[in-house]
Nanobody, 121 residues
Framework: QVQLVESGGGLVQAGGSLRLSCAASGRSFSSYNMGWFRQAPGKEREFVGFISRSTNTVYRDSVQDRFTISRDNAKNTVFLQMNTLKPEDTAVYYC???????????????WGQGTQVTVSS
């Protein structure tokens, strides 16, 4: 069993930065792929990026070169550094964990409760 708790969301102006954290409880954090997803009002949850157990990363095109995912296995934490934020990045951001899942939300077994990110223009 893995429990995930996101933090770091908030209100930021366009062009600004935020760093989200996702703290995991439970054993074997290093054996999980960790994904970040987001959901804007009235829209479906969408893939943002993920970091594999071997620290390979994949991002959706619209955040490539602006967002960076990293992990600290010693602290059981995964991070989402978001730079040059745009109003269209406004959403609830979720982290997820799974041993094999990558870019598809339905494949992830464990989810956090989400943290709101609002980017003002």
């Amino acid at each position: 069993q893995v429990q995930l708790v996101e933090s770091g969301g908030g209100l930021v102006q366009a062009g600004g930065s935020l760093r989200l954290s996702c703290a995991a409880s439970g054993r074997s954090f290093s054996s999980y792929n960790m994904g970040w997803f987001r959901q804007a009002p009235g829209k479906e949850r969408e893939f943002v990026g993920f970091i594999s157990r071997s620290t390979n990363t994949v991002y959706r095109d619209s955040v490539q070169d602006r967002f960076t995912i990293s992990r600290d296995n010693a602290k059981n934490t995964v991070f989402l550094q978001m730079n040059t934020l745009k109003p269209e990045d406004t959403a609830v951001y979720y982290c997820a964990a799974d041993r094999v899942a990558q870019m598809t939300a339905i494949d992830y077994e464990y989810w956090g409760q989400g943290t709101q990110v609002t980017v003002s223009s």
